[in-house]
């Protein structure tokens, strides 16, 4: 993007000054003309959208603004941005045609027209604009890539990965290097180099699926099936069943080879701007990677991976209405369609539409009973929902389902766990988290749960501490975690060390209702009641359960006594000595 300027022009200041002469002077508001309280009611729209991400109504504003102040080129930059964000690429080119008269060097602007290029396949005009476009880490590596791919799509094979090798950079940029690399010598039929790149690649990050499958590909038309299975086995024992490797290796065992992974520059392209685009949505850069992705699809609208990208990153931006008209535009034949169907009832329940996602998924389970999938996306909308034996029964029918439970199971009994517990089934919980520790020792969440519950019931009291602190050990900027511990010495009646694991919590989770509450309990038991107090009032301003919040509000108003409190823990012997 080019420097922010400000988003002001002289009409909309008028607006603004519309709008405060209004408020200042009620009885004269007949006197401010529409035009300019339409102009600053949009602009301020537009914004509250922006920053919400709301890119459906951003653009409806900022297209209000633009027939309002056609002239202004901040807000053609912002529609531009909205519209891209949005998925609406053809008219998000139009105003990448008008930005780069205004900015001969936007970057998003010549990356859009590079695009639009490639799709075209005008591969001179798609490198123009990227030689143009200002550079920085992210943006050298698209324009790299993006550029190889035009080279390739030239017919120039040798160019292509010379430009890629020539690239220096940080050290993340030599995975994508290689396996684009790999790619195009791949998509060149140039056997052997492809081989030796895309191998490379794969041993420099094994756990990506694509460098995997790219290889696996590769080796079953190049080497042997029996190569490429090895290839997809190792990625099995990360990830077991995945869609896309189960669906490869049925082929291979049917004695089929596999077509590479890339074979146009169309689809070069888009796996450039899909795989920079879900890692950029990784690392908190969520608008530049809904630009990418968008672009990706618009490219290659085939692209396995993209649209399932997308969907999961409006899930992480907590728009689940976008996320299901994703998930929904995933086709039948795709391997990964039954991923994106038990996906779209999770965001059907974000959205509260619980009984369309109950509906949804008993369709999906009544027609597969053994889609484990389906099954535990039900148990964990249940529990979200606190239906808490609903969800222990349904974790049952999908512990059921494996007869041999491994390390990779563990999440399964500790739901089941979490469930039973809640819903006051104690030794049924107490079973399985026990069984989860068993097929994952070092699970923090697991020894945090188990321990603490313990100490809670006054048994196991050094034991549960001690899980407790490995927990914490294991997950050190864990805020929950480090709470549990906390809480754990202060039912054992250590309130100093109480404090001082409390405290590190508020850092780490400053806006937790339960661990300020936590903490002005622990201040109040070491004689720093006013404060308790503050922490007391600070978590009740940030909205806690119902339950908790009357608990709270009699604390502040009375102290800590005028509340019902367990008394200390203390060890079953103790107890019986009279201690």
């Not at 009291?461 to 050190?476: F, H, N, S, T, Y």
Request: hydrophobic share 40%.
């Amino acid at each position: 993007m080019t420097t922010a300027r400000p988003f002001f022009s002289l009409a909309l200041a008028a607006g603004f000054a519309a709008v405060l002469h209004l408020a200042a002077s009620p009885a004269r508001a007949e006197a401010v003309p529409d035009v300019d309280t339409s102009l600053a009611g949009n602009y301020l729209a537009a914004r509250l959208a922006s920053s919400e991400r709301d890119s459906d109504a951003a653009v409806t504003y900022l297209r209000n603004l633009m027939k309002l102040d056609a002239r202004n080129d901040e807000i053609v930059e912002r529609t531009f941005f909205a519209m891209l964000m949005d998925g609406d690429i053809d008219e998000a080119m139009k105003l990448a045609d008008r930005m780069v008269k205004a900015d001969r060097t936007h970057r998003i602007a010549r990356l859009a027209l590079s695009v639009r290029a490639i799709k075209k396949a005008h591969y001179q005009t798609a490198r123009t604009n990227l030689a143009l476009s200002v550079r920085g880490p992210i943006g050298d590596l698209t324009a790299t890539l993006l550029a190889a791919w035009t080279f390739y799509g030239s017919g120039n094979t040798k160019g292509a990965v010379e430009l890629i090798d020539r690239l220096e950079g940080p050290d993340w940029y030599v995975p994508l290097k290689e396996l684009h690399a790999g790619l195009i010598l791949d998509a060149a039929g140039q056997k052997k180099e492809a081989g030796k790149r895309l191998e490379q690649a794969m041993k420099i990050d094994p756990g990506s699926l694509r460098a995997i499958d790219a290889y696996a590909r590769w080796a079953s038309r190049n080497e042997s099936i029996d190569a490429a299975l090895a290839a997809y086995g190792s990625f099995e024992k990360q990830l077991p069943n995945h869609p896309i490797v189960m669906a490869a290796i049925r082929d291979l065992k049917a004695g089929k080879t596999l077509p590479p992974l890339v074979k146009t520059a169309q689809e070069g392209s888009s796996e450039v701007l899909y795989g920079l685009g879900s890692t950029v949505g990784r690392q908190g850069g969520e608008d530049l990677a809904l630009v990418y992705l968008q672009l990706a699809i618009w490219l290659y609208p085939e692209h396995p991976f993209a649209s399932l990208t997308l969907a999961d990153l409006y899930e992480q931006l907590k728009q689940p209405s976008k996320a299901i008209e994703v998930y929904e535009s995933v086709p039948d034949s795709s391997p990964l369609k039954r991923n994106a169907e038990v996906q779209l009832a999770v965001n059907l329940d974000a959205a509260d539409k619980y009984k369309e996602a109950r509906a949804h998924l008993d369709k999906m389970i009544a027609a597969d009973p053994k889609d484990i999938e389906a099954i535990v996306a039900l148990g964990k909308i249940q529990q979200s929902r606190k239906m808490f034996a609903e969800c222990a029964e349904t974790y049952s029918k999908a512990i059921a389902l494996i007869p041999q439970p491994t390390k990779g199971n563990w999440a399964l009994f500790y739901f089941r766990g979490i469930c039973n517990e809640r819903s006051k089934n104690w030794p049924a919980a107490e079973a399985d988290l026990k069984k989860a520790l068993e097929l994952n020792p070092d699970q923090p969440h697991v020894l945090n749960y188990l321990g603490y519950s313990w100490v809670d019931q006054g048994v196991n009291l050094d034991q549960g501490v001690e899980m407790i602190r490995k927990a914490a050990k294991l997950r050190p900027d864990d805020g929950p975690i480090v709470d549990s511990l906390g809480w754990a010495y202060y039912r054992l009646g250590r309130y100093d060390e109480a404090v001082v694991q409390l405290e590190r919590a508020i850092e780490l989770m400053p806006q937790d209702p339960v661990i300020n509450d936590h903490l002005g309990d622990a201040y109040w038991k070491v004689g720093r009641k006013l404060e308790a107090g503050f922490q007391w009032a600070h978590a009740r301003d940030l909205k806690p359960e119902p339950d908790d919040l009357t608990k709270i509000v009699q604390k502040i108003d009375k102290g800590l006594d005028a509340v019902d409190q367990p008394a200390p823990v203390r060890k079953a012997e103790e107890t019986q000595k009279g201690g």
